[in-house]
Protein backbone atom coordinates (compact mmCIF):
# COMPACT_ATOMS: atom_id res chain seq x y z
CA UNK A 1 0.00 0.00 0.00
CA UNK A 2 1.61 3.29 -1.04
CA UNK A 3 0.03 6.48 1.19
CA UNK A 4 -1.64 8.93 -1.35
CA UNK A 5 0.02 11.87 0.41
CA UNK A 6 3.42 11.18 -0.25
CA UNK A 7 3.04 9.52 -3.44
CA UNK A 8 3.88 12.91 -5.60
CA UNK A 9 7.66 11.78 -5.91
CA UNK A 10 10.83 12.83 -4.39
CA UNK A 11 11.48 16.36 -6.24
CA UNK A 12 14.56 16.20 -5.09
CA UNK A 13 16.47 12.52 -6.30
CA UNK A 14 13.64 11.34 -8.64
CA UNK A 15 10.63 8.62 -9.09
CA UNK A 16 11.83 5.29 -7.92
CA UNK A 17 13.35 6.59 -4.83
CA UNK A 18 10.52 5.10 -2.01
CA UNK A 19 10.69 1.56 -4.29
CA UNK A 20 13.60 -0.13 -4.01
CA UNK A 21 13.65 -0.46 0.09
CA UNK A 22 10.87 -3.10 0.18
CA UNK A 23 11.86 -6.85 -0.91
CA UNK A 24 9.20 -8.43 -2.88
CA UNK A 25 7.61 -9.69 0.51
CA UNK A 26 6.83 -6.02 1.24
CA UNK A 27 9.63 -6.09 4.12
CA UNK A 28 11.98 -3.04 4.69
CA UNK A 29 15.22 -4.09 3.21
CA UNK A 30 16.50 -0.64 3.02
CA UNK A 31 15.27 2.24 5.17
CA UNK A 32 16.12 5.55 2.99
CA UNK A 33 12.69 7.52 3.57
CA UNK A 34 10.00 7.53 4.86
CA UNK A 35 7.77 8.78 1.39
CA UNK A 36 6.12 5.95 0.24
CA UNK A 37 5.85 3.55 2.96
CA UNK A 38 2.45 2.05 4.46
CA UNK A 39 0.84 3.23 7.33
CA UNK A 40 0.62 -0.40 8.82
CA UNK A 41 4.61 -0.43 8.31
CA UNK A 42 5.33 2.52 10.21
CA UNK A 43 3.39 1.82 12.94
CA UNK A 44 5.38 -2.18 13.18
CA UNK A 45 8.39 0.11 13.77
CA UNK A 46 7.21 2.38 16.08
CA UNK A 47 5.43 -0.83 18.11
CA UNK A 48 8.77 -3.07 17.56
CA UNK A 49 11.10 -0.16 18.91
CA UNK A 50 8.56 0.31 22.18
CA UNK A 51 9.33 -3.35 22.28
CA UNK A 52 13.08 -2.34 22.68
CA UNK A 53 12.73 0.64 25.02
CA UNK A 54 11.82 -1.96 27.67
CA UNK A 55 15.49 -3.33 26.90
CA UNK A 56 17.21 -0.19 27.18
CA UNK A 57 15.27 0.29 30.66
CA UNK A 58 16.87 -3.48 31.94
CA UNK A 59 19.57 -3.79 33.62
CA UNK A 60 21.16 -5.64 30.77
CA UNK A 61 20.78 -3.24 28.07
CA UNK A 62 21.70 -6.34 25.47
CA UNK A 63 19.86 -9.00 23.44
CA UNK A 64 21.20 -11.67 20.67
CA UNK A 65 19.22 -10.66 18.52
CA UNK A 66 21.96 -9.96 15.69
CA UNK A 67 25.11 -11.56 16.77
CA UNK A 68 27.66 -12.30 14.00
CA UNK A 69 26.02 -9.20 11.97
CA UNK A 70 28.68 -6.30 11.09
CA UNK A 71 27.14 -3.18 10.59
CA UNK A 72 28.91 -0.61 9.03
CA UNK A 73 28.88 3.09 10.02
CA UNK A 74 29.82 5.47 7.24
CA UNK A 75 29.35 8.99 8.16
CA UNK A 76 30.54 11.37 5.55
CA UNK A 77 29.44 13.97 7.65
CA UNK A 78 29.80 14.84 10.92
CA UNK A 79 27.66 13.65 13.81
CA UNK A 80 27.50 12.70 17.15
CA UNK A 81 23.84 11.88 17.97
CA UNK A 82 23.16 9.91 15.19
CA UNK A 83 26.58 8.03 14.68
CA UNK A 84 26.78 7.53 18.12
CA UNK A 85 23.03 6.08 18.64
CA UNK A 86 22.97 4.00 15.47
CA UNK A 87 26.71 2.48 17.45
CA UNK A 88 25.07 2.07 20.65
CA UNK A 89 22.28 0.53 18.75
CA UNK A 90 23.90 -2.19 16.87
CA UNK A 91 26.06 -3.24 19.88
CA UNK A 92 22.73 -3.53 22.09
CA UNK A 93 21.77 -6.23 19.32
CA UNK A 94 25.41 -7.95 19.43
CA UNK A 95 26.27 -6.90 15.85
CA UNK A 96 29.69 -6.29 15.66
CA UNK A 97 30.01 -2.45 14.47
CA UNK A 98 32.65 -0.81 12.22
CA UNK A 99 33.12 2.99 12.21
CA UNK A 100 34.66 4.36 9.21
CA UNK A 101 36.30 7.29 9.57
CA UNK A 102 35.91 8.48 5.99
CA UNK A 103 37.99 11.58 6.50
CA UNK A 104 41.31 9.52 7.39
CA UNK A 105 40.05 6.89 5.01
CA UNK A 106 41.13 5.90 1.99
CA UNK A 107 38.83 7.77 0.59
CA UNK A 108 40.54 10.71 1.41
CA UNK A 109 43.78 8.71 -0.43
CA UNK A 110 41.72 8.99 -4.20
CA UNK A 111 39.62 5.85 -3.21
CA UNK A 112 36.36 6.60 -5.16
CA UNK A 113 33.22 6.07 -3.22
CA UNK A 114 32.24 2.36 -5.06
CA UNK A 115 36.05 1.08 -3.96
CA UNK A 116 35.80 2.38 -0.40
CA UNK A 117 32.09 -0.19 -0.21
CA UNK A 118 33.14 -2.96 -2.08
CA UNK A 119 36.25 -3.25 -0.11
CA UNK A 120 33.57 -3.01 2.71
CA UNK A 121 31.47 -5.78 1.08
CA UNK A 122 33.94 -8.47 0.88
CA UNK A 123 34.89 -8.04 4.51
CA UNK A 124 31.69 -9.27 4.85
CA UNK A 125 29.48 -6.39 6.20
CA UNK A 126 25.96 -7.03 6.21
CA UNK A 127 24.58 -3.24 6.63
CA UNK A 128 25.76 0.50 5.54
CA UNK A 129 24.58 3.04 7.97
CA UNK A 130 25.22 6.29 5.72
CA UNK A 131 25.14 9.71 6.14
CA UNK A 132 26.44 12.27 3.34
CA UNK A 133 25.79 15.90 2.49
CA UNK A 134 24.82 14.86 -0.77
CA UNK A 135 20.81 14.51 -1.27
CA UNK A 136 20.04 10.85 -3.17
CA UNK A 137 23.27 9.36 -1.56
CA UNK A 138 22.68 6.46 0.47
CA UNK A 139 20.08 5.53 -2.74
CA UNK A 140 23.10 5.79 -4.88
CA UNK A 141 24.78 3.29 -2.95
CA UNK A 142 21.82 0.81 -2.10
CA UNK A 143 21.76 0.99 -6.21
CA UNK A 144 24.80 -0.38 -6.21
CA UNK A 145 25.63 -3.19 -3.52
CA UNK A 146 25.54 -6.70 -3.09
CA UNK A 147 22.03 -8.17 -2.85
CA UNK A 148 22.37 -8.95 0.74
CA UNK A 149 23.62 -5.92 1.97
CA UNK A 150 21.16 -3.18 3.27
CA UNK A 151 22.00 0.67 3.64
CA UNK A 152 19.97 2.56 6.31
CA UNK A 153 19.68 6.23 5.36
CA UNK A 154 20.99 8.48 8.33
CA UNK A 155 20.71 11.41 6.74
CA UNK A 156 21.14 12.89 2.53
CA UNK A 157 21.73 16.42 2.44
CA UNK A 158 18.56 18.14 2.17
CA UNK A 159 16.73 14.90 1.58
CA UNK A 160 15.30 12.80 4.02
CA UNK A 161 16.31 11.18 7.74
CA UNK A 162 14.34 8.69 7.99
CA UNK A 163 14.94 7.37 11.37
CA UNK A 164 15.17 10.65 12.86
CA UNK A 165 11.63 11.31 11.68
CA UNK A 166 10.50 7.85 13.32
CA UNK A 167 12.07 8.38 16.63
CA UNK A 168 10.04 11.74 16.54
CA UNK A 169 7.28 9.91 16.01
CA UNK A 170 7.95 7.35 18.32
CA UNK A 171 8.52 10.14 20.87
CA UNK A 172 5.29 11.79 19.57
CA UNK A 173 3.27 8.70 20.07
CA UNK A 174 4.64 8.31 24.08
CA UNK A 175 3.56 11.20 24.98
CA UNK A 176 0.24 12.12 23.32
CA UNK A 177 -1.22 8.78 22.39
CA UNK A 178 -1.44 6.31 19.68
CA UNK A 179 -3.95 8.85 17.48
CA UNK A 180 -2.57 11.31 15.46
CA UNK A 181 -5.61 12.35 13.85
CA UNK A 182 -6.21 14.29 16.86
CA UNK A 183 -2.75 16.14 16.96
CA UNK A 184 -1.58 19.53 15.40
CA UNK A 185 1.72 19.56 14.82
CA UNK A 186 4.19 22.64 14.16
CA UNK A 187 7.35 22.34 12.92
CA UNK A 188 9.55 25.40 13.08
CA UNK A 189 12.12 27.43 10.92
CA UNK A 190 14.66 26.50 8.45
CA UNK A 191 12.44 23.90 6.46
CA UNK A 192 13.89 24.58 3.18
CA UNK A 193 17.26 22.74 4.19
CA UNK A 194 15.87 20.26 6.83
CA UNK A 195 15.70 16.80 5.50
CA UNK A 196 14.85 16.15 8.79
CA UNK A 197 11.37 18.29 8.75
CA UNK A 198 10.75 16.66 4.72
CA UNK A 199 11.07 13.42 6.60
CA UNK A 200 8.81 14.02 9.77
CA UNK A 201 6.20 16.03 7.07
CA UNK A 202 5.70 12.52 5.41
CA UNK A 203 6.13 10.83 8.59
CA UNK A 204 3.14 12.51 10.13
CA UNK A 205 0.69 12.38 6.85
CA UNK A 206 1.82 8.79 6.66
CA UNK A 207 0.07 8.78 10.35
CA UNK A 208 -3.14 10.50 9.39
CA UNK A 209 -2.11 13.12 11.56
CA UNK A 210 -4.96 15.62 12.10
CA UNK A 211 -2.83 19.02 11.17
CA UNK A 212 0.24 19.61 10.05
CA UNK A 213 1.62 23.19 9.86
CA UNK A 214 4.95 24.66 9.00
CA UNK A 215 6.27 27.97 10.37
CA UNK A 216 9.02 29.73 8.70
CA UNK A 217 10.22 32.83 6.78
CA UNK A 218 9.23 32.56 3.35
CA UNK A 219 12.54 32.38 2.08
CA UNK A 220 13.33 29.28 3.86
CA UNK A 221 9.95 27.50 2.78
CA UNK A 222 10.99 25.18 -0.52
CA UNK A 223 8.63 24.94 -3.61
CA UNK A 224 5.91 23.01 -3.73
CA UNK A 225 5.27 22.36 0.55
CA UNK A 226 1.59 22.79 -0.28
CA UNK A 227 1.46 19.74 -1.97
CA UNK A 228 3.08 18.12 0.83
CA UNK A 229 -0.42 18.62 2.36
CA UNK A 230 0.72 21.35 5.07
CA UNK A 231 -0.57 24.18 6.46
CA UNK A 232 1.97 27.13 6.17
CA UNK A 233 2.33 29.97 8.16
CA UNK A 234 4.94 32.84 8.30
CA UNK A 235 3.78 34.31 11.12
CA UNK A 236 5.03 32.32 14.21
CA UNK A 237 2.04 33.62 16.58
CA UNK A 238 -0.36 32.30 14.38
CA UNK A 239 0.99 29.03 13.58
CA UNK A 240 2.36 27.55 17.15
CA UNK A 241 -1.28 28.62 18.49
CA UNK A 242 -3.03 25.53 19.82
CA UNK A 243 -0.22 23.18 18.85
CA UNK A 244 0.31 20.13 20.73
CA UNK A 245 3.51 19.35 19.32
CA UNK A 246 6.26 22.22 18.60
CA UNK A 247 9.15 20.96 16.52
CA UNK A 248 11.58 23.62 16.31
CA UNK A 249 14.69 22.96 13.56
CA UNK A 250 17.90 23.72 13.92
CA UNK A 251 19.05 26.78 11.49
CA UNK A 252 21.98 25.51 8.49
CA UNK A 253 23.80 27.72 8.38
CA UNK A 254 26.09 25.64 6.69
CA UNK A 255 23.56 24.96 4.00
CA UNK A 256 22.90 28.14 3.49
CA UNK A 257 23.79 30.23 0.05
CA UNK A 258 22.61 33.93 -0.65
CA UNK A 259 21.23 36.24 1.96
CA UNK A 260 18.12 34.33 2.97
CA UNK A 261 17.98 35.82 6.13
CA UNK A 262 18.50 39.27 7.82
CA UNK A 263 20.54 37.83 10.96
CA UNK A 264 20.62 35.07 13.39
CA UNK A 265 19.09 37.96 16.30
CA UNK A 266 16.68 39.33 14.12
CA UNK A 267 15.55 35.30 13.05
CA UNK A 268 15.28 34.75 16.89
CA UNK A 269 12.87 38.07 17.41
CA UNK A 270 10.49 36.77 14.44
CA UNK A 271 10.85 32.42 14.66
CA UNK A 272 12.58 31.69 18.31
CA UNK A 273 11.00 29.84 20.58
CA UNK A 274 10.31 31.84 23.52
CA UNK A 275 8.37 30.88 26.71
CA UNK A 276 5.98 33.62 25.81
CA UNK A 277 5.67 31.83 22.03
CA UNK A 278 4.98 28.18 23.70
CA UNK A 279 2.64 29.93 25.98
CA UNK A 280 0.50 30.15 22.93
CA UNK A 281 0.20 26.41 22.14
CA UNK A 282 -1.59 23.89 24.18
CA UNK A 283 -1.00 23.99 28.16
CA UNK A 284 0.20 20.50 27.58
CA UNK A 285 2.08 21.12 24.00
CA UNK A 286 5.63 19.33 23.86
CA UNK A 287 8.97 20.62 22.64
CA UNK A 288 10.62 18.74 20.05
CA UNK A 289 13.71 20.03 18.39
CA UNK A 290 16.25 16.83 16.82
CA UNK A 291 19.37 18.88 17.62
CA UNK A 292 22.17 20.13 18.07
CA UNK A 293 20.45 23.39 19.08
CA UNK A 294 21.28 26.63 18.57
CA UNK A 295 20.40 28.21 22.30
CA UNK A 296 19.14 31.70 21.65
CA UNK A 297 18.94 31.48 17.79
CA UNK A 298 15.87 29.25 17.53
CA UNK A 299 15.28 28.07 21.00
CA UNK A 300 15.69 30.05 24.38
CA UNK A 301 17.92 28.17 26.89
CA UNK A 302 14.59 27.89 29.30
CA UNK A 303 12.67 26.57 26.79
CA UNK A 304 14.70 23.59 25.94
CA UNK A 305 15.30 22.85 29.77
CA UNK A 306 11.96 23.27 30.36
CA UNK A 307 9.25 21.13 30.97
CA UNK A 308 7.73 21.08 28.04
CA UNK A 309 10.94 19.63 26.83
CA UNK A 310 11.59 16.22 25.35
CA UNK A 311 14.57 16.53 23.04
CA UNK A 312 16.67 14.86 25.28
CA UNK A 313 13.98 11.79 25.28
CA UNK A 314 14.24 12.10 21.66
CA UNK A 315 17.74 10.72 21.37
CA UNK A 316 16.99 7.80 24.06
CA UNK A 317 14.11 6.91 21.83
CA UNK A 318 16.68 7.09 18.81
CA UNK A 319 18.48 4.28 20.12
CA UNK A 320 15.35 2.51 20.64
CA UNK A 321 14.00 3.42 16.98
CA UNK A 322 17.33 2.68 15.65
CA UNK A 323 17.27 -1.05 16.92
CA UNK A 324 13.75 -1.71 15.84
CA UNK A 325 14.91 -0.40 12.15
CA UNK A 326 18.02 -2.46 11.84
CA UNK A 327 15.97 -5.85 13.50
CA UNK A 328 13.41 -5.77 11.15
CA UNK A 329 15.86 -5.23 7.94
CA UNK A 330 18.15 -7.86 9.06
CA UNK A 331 15.95 -9.95 10.23
CA UNK A 332 13.72 -9.93 7.14
CA UNK A 333 11.50 -13.18 6.81
CA UNK A 334 13.27 -15.68 4.09
CA UNK A 335 11.12 -17.33 1.72
CA UNK A 336 12.40 -20.57 3.16
CA UNK A 337 10.30 -19.75 6.42
CA UNK A 338 8.87 -21.66 8.81
CA UNK A 339 9.32 -22.97 12.52
CA UNK A 340 7.66 -22.23 15.86
CA UNK A 341 9.15 -22.73 18.97
CA UNK A 342 7.44 -24.34 21.92
CA UNK B 1 -4.82 -39.26 20.61
CA UNK B 2 -4.89 -39.74 24.64
CA UNK B 3 -7.67 -37.58 25.98
CA UNK B 4 -5.77 -34.31 27.56
CA UNK B 5 -7.03 -33.30 30.89
CA UNK B 6 -8.41 -29.87 31.60
CA UNK B 7 -5.94 -26.86 32.04
CA UNK B 8 -7.46 -26.29 35.93
CA UNK B 9 -6.88 -30.56 36.91
CA UNK B 10 -3.41 -30.22 35.63
CA UNK B 11 -2.88 -26.98 37.34
CA UNK B 12 -3.68 -29.09 40.76
CA UNK B 13 -1.67 -31.72 39.63
CA UNK B 14 1.39 -29.13 39.19
CA UNK B 15 1.01 -27.82 42.56
CA UNK B 16 1.16 -31.09 44.35
CA UNK B 17 3.98 -32.13 42.70
CA UNK B 18 5.72 -28.95 42.92
CA UNK B 19 5.37 -28.79 46.51
CA UNK B 20 7.04 -31.44 47.38
CA UNK B 21 9.81 -31.26 45.45
CA UNK B 22 10.57 -28.05 46.98
CA UNK B 23 10.34 -29.60 49.76
CA UNK B 24 12.68 -32.29 48.83
CA UNK B 25 15.08 -29.81 47.06
CA UNK B 26 15.13 -27.55 50.32
CA UNK B 27 14.25 -24.80 48.74
CA UNK B 28 12.17 -21.90 50.16
CA UNK B 29 11.54 -18.69 48.71
CA UNK B 30 12.11 -19.83 45.10
CA UNK B 31 11.47 -16.85 42.08
CA UNK B 32 8.88 -17.80 39.57
CA UNK B 33 9.08 -17.06 36.36
CA UNK B 34 6.65 -17.09 33.67
CA UNK B 35 7.83 -17.33 30.01
CA UNK B 36 5.55 -15.29 27.96
CA UNK B 37 2.53 -15.51 26.92
CA UNK B 38 1.25 -19.31 28.00
CA UNK B 39 3.77 -19.97 30.25
CA UNK B 40 2.93 -16.92 32.09
CA UNK B 41 -0.51 -17.21 33.12
CA UNK B 42 0.11 -20.88 34.49
CA UNK B 43 3.38 -19.15 36.89
CA UNK B 44 0.30 -16.48 37.47
CA UNK B 45 -1.86 -19.45 38.98
CA UNK B 46 1.00 -21.37 40.32
CA UNK B 47 1.72 -18.36 42.35
CA UNK B 48 -1.36 -18.04 43.87
CA UNK B 49 -1.66 -21.70 44.17
CA UNK B 50 1.66 -21.61 46.30
CA UNK B 51 1.28 -18.18 48.38
CA UNK B 52 4.67 -17.42 47.22
CA UNK B 53 6.34 -14.49 48.67
CA UNK B 54 8.10 -13.26 46.00
CA UNK B 55 6.64 -11.20 42.78
CA UNK B 56 6.00 -13.36 39.57
CA UNK B 57 8.53 -13.02 36.87
CA UNK B 58 7.88 -12.80 33.49
CA UNK B 59 10.00 -13.28 30.67
CA UNK B 60 9.56 -12.90 27.01
CA UNK B 61 12.26 -14.53 24.73
CA UNK B 62 11.76 -13.21 21.50
CA UNK B 63 15.17 -11.38 21.30
CA UNK B 64 16.79 -14.82 22.70
CA UNK B 65 14.98 -17.06 19.42
CA UNK B 66 17.06 -19.12 17.77
CA UNK B 67 14.95 -18.68 14.73
CA UNK B 68 15.38 -14.81 14.40
CA UNK B 69 17.06 -14.74 11.21
CA UNK B 70 14.03 -17.37 10.06
CA UNK B 71 10.86 -16.12 10.60
CA UNK B 72 11.93 -12.33 11.29
CA UNK B 73 11.01 -10.14 13.86
CA UNK B 74 7.79 -10.03 16.86
CA UNK B 75 6.51 -6.20 17.42
CA UNK B 76 5.12 -5.61 20.48
CA UNK B 77 7.50 -8.15 22.58
CA UNK B 78 6.33 -8.22 26.11
CA UNK B 79 8.94 -7.07 28.72
CA UNK B 80 10.99 -9.57 30.84
CA UNK B 81 10.70 -8.31 34.44
CA UNK B 82 13.41 -10.29 36.24
CA UNK B 83 14.43 -8.75 39.50
CA UNK B 84 17.97 -7.32 39.51
CA UNK B 85 19.50 -9.68 41.18
CA UNK B 86 18.76 -13.33 40.43
CA UNK B 87 22.44 -14.29 41.82
CA UNK B 88 22.31 -17.57 43.72
CA UNK B 89 18.21 -17.24 43.43
CA UNK B 90 16.10 -20.79 43.04
CA UNK B 91 14.41 -20.27 40.34
CA UNK B 92 11.03 -22.02 38.78
CA UNK B 93 10.85 -21.80 35.27
CA UNK B 94 7.61 -21.94 33.88
CA UNK B 95 6.10 -22.66 30.19
CA UNK B 96 2.81 -23.90 29.11
CA UNK B 97 3.76 -26.65 26.48
CA UNK B 98 6.99 -28.06 26.34
CA UNK B 99 8.07 -29.12 22.70
CA UNK B 100 11.38 -28.80 20.99
CA UNK B 101 13.00 -27.47 24.08
CA UNK B 102 14.19 -24.68 22.17
CA UNK B 103 11.97 -21.52 23.99
CA UNK B 104 13.33 -23.01 27.15
CA UNK B 105 16.82 -23.14 25.66
CA UNK B 106 16.17 -19.56 24.95
CA UNK B 107 14.50 -18.53 28.44
CA UNK B 108 17.82 -20.15 30.21
CA UNK B 109 20.29 -18.18 28.10
CA UNK B 110 18.24 -14.96 28.97
CA UNK B 111 18.28 -15.91 32.61
CA UNK B 112 21.82 -16.11 32.71
CA UNK B 113 22.49 -12.78 31.02
CA UNK B 114 20.61 -11.38 34.41
CA UNK B 115 23.31 -13.60 36.67
CA UNK B 116 24.01 -16.87 37.80
CA UNK B 117 21.23 -18.76 39.47
CA UNK B 118 21.70 -21.33 42.21
CA UNK B 119 19.28 -23.60 40.07
CA UNK B 120 16.41 -23.89 37.69
CA UNK B 121 13.43 -26.17 37.92
CA UNK B 122 11.43 -26.69 34.74
CA UNK B 123 7.48 -26.58 35.34
CA UNK B 124 5.19 -27.12 32.30
CA UNK B 125 1.29 -28.04 31.92
CA UNK B 126 2.18 -30.28 29.15
CA UNK B 127 5.52 -31.86 27.67
CA UNK B 128 4.99 -33.37 24.28
CA UNK B 129 6.99 -35.22 21.49
CA UNK B 130 8.98 -33.67 19.22
CA UNK B 131 12.42 -32.75 21.69
CA UNK B 132 15.28 -31.42 19.42
CA UNK B 133 17.38 -30.46 22.24
CA UNK B 134 18.61 -32.55 25.52
CA UNK B 135 15.72 -30.68 27.97
CA UNK B 136 13.40 -32.15 29.80
CA UNK B 137 11.32 -30.85 32.25
CA UNK B 138 11.49 -31.21 36.28
CA UNK B 139 7.40 -31.10 37.15
CA UNK B 140 5.01 -32.42 34.30
CA UNK B 141 1.13 -31.61 34.37
CA UNK B 142 0.89 -34.44 31.54
CA UNK B 143 2.93 -36.40 28.85
CA UNK B 144 1.42 -36.09 25.31
CA UNK B 145 2.76 -38.03 22.27
CA UNK B 146 1.74 -35.82 19.16
CA UNK B 147 3.03 -36.34 15.57
CA UNK B 148 5.20 -33.79 13.97
CA UNK B 149 2.31 -32.40 12.29
CA UNK B 150 -0.36 -31.70 15.26
CA UNK B 151 -0.11 -28.68 17.25
CA UNK B 152 -1.08 -28.01 20.63
CA UNK B 153 -2.02 -24.83 21.92
CA UNK B 154 -3.31 -23.09 25.45
CA UNK B 155 -5.38 -20.09 24.75
CA UNK B 156 -6.29 -18.15 28.02
CA UNK B 157 -6.23 -16.39 30.39
CA UNK B 158 -9.87 -16.97 30.93
CA UNK B 159 -10.31 -19.57 30.67
CA UNK B 160 -7.56 -21.23 30.10
CA UNK B 161 -8.28 -24.37 27.38
CA UNK B 162 -5.70 -26.47 25.16
CA UNK B 163 -6.02 -26.14 21.27
CA UNK B 164 -5.43 -28.98 19.21
CA UNK B 165 -4.68 -28.69 15.56
Known amino acids: ?342 | MEEIATPETLLDKLTEQLKTLLVERSIDQPLMVGIHTGGAWIANALHQKLSLQEPLSTLDISFYRDDFSRIGMNPQVKPSNLPSQIDDRHIILVDDVLHTGRTIRAAMNEIFDYGRPASITLVCLVERSGRELPIQADVVGQHLHLDNNQHIKLTGPEPLEFVVE
Open chain 1, 1 to 342: MVNKASRPTDSLIGHDAWNIQLDKNGQLKHFLTVEGLSTELLTNILDTAESFANINEQRVKKVPLLRGKTIANLFFEASTRTRNTFELAAKRLSADVLNVNISTSATSKGETLMDTLQNLQAMQCDMFVVRHNASGAAHYIANRVAPGISVINAGDGSHAHPTQAMLDMFTIRRNKGHDFGRLRVAIVGDVLHSRVARSQIHALNILNTGNVRVIAPKTLIPAGIDDMGVEVFNNMEEGIRDADVVIMLRLQKERMQGALLPSEQEYFQMYGLTEKRLSLAKADAIVMHPGPINRGVEIESSVADGSQSVILEQVTNGISVRMAVMSMVLGRESETSEGEQA
